[in-house]
């Protein structure tokens, strides 16, 4: 007889435990052993016990559980099983699950250090990775959200998806009561906003809370400021527009008597100091109507200048394409009287808070993190070092997924409720953007050169997403080094091929015309890509999520809608400002919605800081403790560099930025 020490952790949340009993199977490279009905497992108890086994069973290779109940099924979370071998030197086997155990079947959990394809000679582990994957191709199953879009997890109800990608119990808790909060204060104050008379942009204090933070507070007071506006395009909710001009912008048509305007911006051109930001995606995209009420879009362009200090002044805006055989569209200039000016500045702030929210925020952070969380569970097994890699950064992606899909861009959504998009143009948006969606744009050293910002030291999203896009890729690189030794050890793990072939030809319907691989030649290829996976579902979204309390609280700074259309001359009021601008039940909603989706978080896991450990191998966790590490200096880091700063820039410091896209 021999004896083997085994140790069983399960999760905390509410209904983690089980009433159940659980049979346990230990399975080696020279035997089985059933080991019995060993336990009821207590919510977060680590419980040990000690059994014989009638012969040693070699390097196991396997743990398999097995739940039994008579009249009820009580699923179990468990976070992972430890088995000691025998003897007083006996090696460690850690067996990671973190998933529910529902029903009767027999579940399988394979040793912690993780294997590739190629490294499975002797084929101790390929019926159990065909096996998991055909069980995972029937689980998850891909879905499309609305024709045109790059593809969803199947299902439309939150019932309808795997019970591990459900909030557990606290998340749910700390998500809808916040909204219950919202939806209540929203309607507890509605009547008196609207009773309210209006009259001049302070009037949005009405729905405005100073406790949104000093720098919520700092827009409502600076946001009229050219500089504000212009440093909105660096380091703002959405600092993904922004380029500098090569050549003058083709949309430019200058009307009559604006000789010196061109003069000025061919001599910002010739100094490489002219910036752009165009948003002619909004083009011909229909309005939407609220409460019969017809509301209005432009596409505006806006040309910046970058001051030796670092500050970026806007120059022209121009609110609408030029049509052929029209007059050209007027090009508003700071000159302009402060009231037109103003208004033309509000539309270029509407028009970001539309494509931030269709395009940089869902788009480009959460639907691409679902189409690889999709690709990942379909065809990685959890034995497969890239799943574990990625797995801790796809957390809770397909519910609140779902949830959006539901309630924000559905149907009677809030965006048909409140948002000029709405209406069927937020769907529209969202396709003309993912076919301009290049694999360069998810990687922050390609897309910040091609962007030309690599040299705008005021900049600071440019400088923290490029040190973090470092981090994370030191990070996958050593990961990947333990497993493929060589370029061709890659090339022959059809697993991880099958996985880049699913991401770029299933998920995203066919990118490979934008730059995204169908197949992963080297390491160094390989990296970067699970590198791109990662950074999008971490510092990215957060990069474009963090923001949103702090920019869009005042409701003028980023109009959720404009009841009027955009002007074609210079004649503009205040009295057209207030008329053009969000009335107060949409400011007031607006407010609700922004607080909902934009405040901290409670239950939040920091980027690298899971408590899941799916590596058992000494050398993967002192790879991930040198990851924690790094981001633990970049954190200081960048901590150190904001005290100095008037506007402290803090949206990818390693600490606020969320393991993964989970709001």
Not at 305 to 310: A, F, N, R, S, Y
Not at 446 to 457: H, Q
Not at 510 to 519: E, I, K, L, Y
Not at 603 to 621: C, D, I, R, T, W
Request: charge should be negative; aromatic fraction near 10%.
């Amino acid at each position: 007889m021999v004896v083997y020490s085994i140790r069983i952790s399960t999760g905390v949340s509410l209904a983690a435990g089980s009433i159940n009993k659980v049979h346990l199977w230990l399975v080696g490279q020279h035997g089985e052993a059933a080991l019995g009905d060993l336990l009821r497992p207590f919510r977060g108890k680590e419980e040990e016990f000690k059994v014989d086994v009638s012969e040693y069973l070699g390097p196991l290779l396997f743990v398999k559980l097995q739940k039994r109940h008579l009249l009820q099924d009580d699923a179990w979370f468990c976070n992972w099983i430890s088995v000691q071998g025998p003897g007083e030197g006996g090696a460690e086997y850690r067996f990671p699950c973190y998933r529910w155990v529902q029903g009767s079947g027999i579940l399988t959990l394979p040793e912690g250090t993780g294997h590739t394809v190629v490294e499975d000679p002797q084929h101790l582990f390929t019926k159990h990775r065909e096996e998991e994957l055909q069980e995972r191709m029937k689980l998850y199953r891909w879905g499309n959200w609305k024709d045109g879009l790059i593809l969803t997890v199947a299902g439309k109800k939150l019932s309808d998806l795997p019970a591990d990608e459900r909030f557990l119990e606290d998340k749910k808790i700390e998500f809808d009561t916040s909204l219950a909060v919202g939806l209540a204060n929203f309607v507890f104050n509605l009547p008196k906003n609207a009773m309210a008379s209006w009259d001049n942009p302070d009037d949005f204090d009405c729905v405005f809370k100073s406790s949104y933070g000093k720098l919520a507070e700092r827009v409502r007071n600076s946001w009229k400021v050219d500089a504000f506006f212009g440093y909105q395009f660096v380091n703002g909710a959405n600092p993904m527009l922004l380029r500098r001009c090569v050549n003058l912008p083709a949309r430019l048509v200058f009307p009559p008597g604006m000789e010196e305007l061109q003069t000025q911006l061919e001599k910002e051109l010739k100094g490489g100091t002219l910036f752009e930001a165009d948003f002619s995606l909004l083009d011909g995209i229909k309005a939407n109507v609220i409460h019969c009420s017809q509301q209005f879009l432009a596409a505006p362009l806006v040309l910046l200048k970058l001051q030796p200090d670092g500050q970026l002044l806007p120059m022209a805006i121009q609110l609408e394409l030029p049509k052929i055989g029209s007059t050209p569209p007027p090009i508003f200039l700071p000159t302009d009287p402060p009231v037109v000016w103003l208004l033309a500045k509000c539309w270029v702030r509407s028009c970001d808070f539309q494509l931030h929210e269709l395009q940089s925020h869902l788009l480009r952070g959460h639907l691409m993190a679902e189409v690889f969380a999709v690709a990942t569970m379909r065809c990685l097994p959890t034995i497969h070092p890239v799943y574990k890699l990625l797995l801790p950064h796809l957390r809770y992606t397909m519910e609140i997924n779902l949830r959006a899909r539901n309630r924000l861009v559905s149907e009677s959504g809030v965006f048909d409720q409140m948002v000029s998009t709405g209406g069927g143009g937020h769907v529209d948006v969202v396709k003309r953007a993912g076919n301009l969606v290049t694999y360069s744009s998810f990687c922050p050293p390609d897309d910040l050169k091609e962007r030309g910002l690599l040299d705008v030291k005021s900049s600071y999203y440019a400088q923290d997403a490029l040190r973090l896009w470092e981090v994370i890729y030191r990070y996958v690189e050593g990961i990947l080094d333990l497993y493929y030794k060589t370029d061709a050890a890659v090339r022959e793990d059809h697993e991880l091929q099958h996985w880049c072939q699913e991401i770029t030809e299933t998920g995203l319907q066919g990118a490979q015309d934008r730059g995204f691989p169908t197949s992963l030649e080297t390491r160094a290829q390989a990296s970067q890509f699970v590198t791109m996976c990662i950074f999008t579902c971490t510092g990215q979204h957060s990069s474009v999520h963090l923001g949103q309390l702090d920019w869009f609280s005042w409701v003028p700074n980023a109009p959720c809608t404009m009841r009027l259309p955009p002007p074609t001359t210079k004649d503009a009021t205040m009295e057209t400002l207030m008329d053009t601008l969000p009335n107060p039940f949409l400011a007031s909603l607006q407010m609700t919605i922004i607080w909902h989706l934009g405040r901290p978080q409670c239950v939040m896991v920091p980027l690298g800081q899971h408590p899941e450990e799916y590596f058992s191998s000494v050398e993967a966790k002192a790879v991930l403790r040198k990851f924690r590490e790094e981001l633990a200096e970049l954190d200081k880091e960048i901590e150190a560099r904001n005290e100095s700063l008037d506007i402290p820039y803090e949206y990818l410091r390693p600490s606020l930025v969320e393991n993964s896209v989970a709001i």
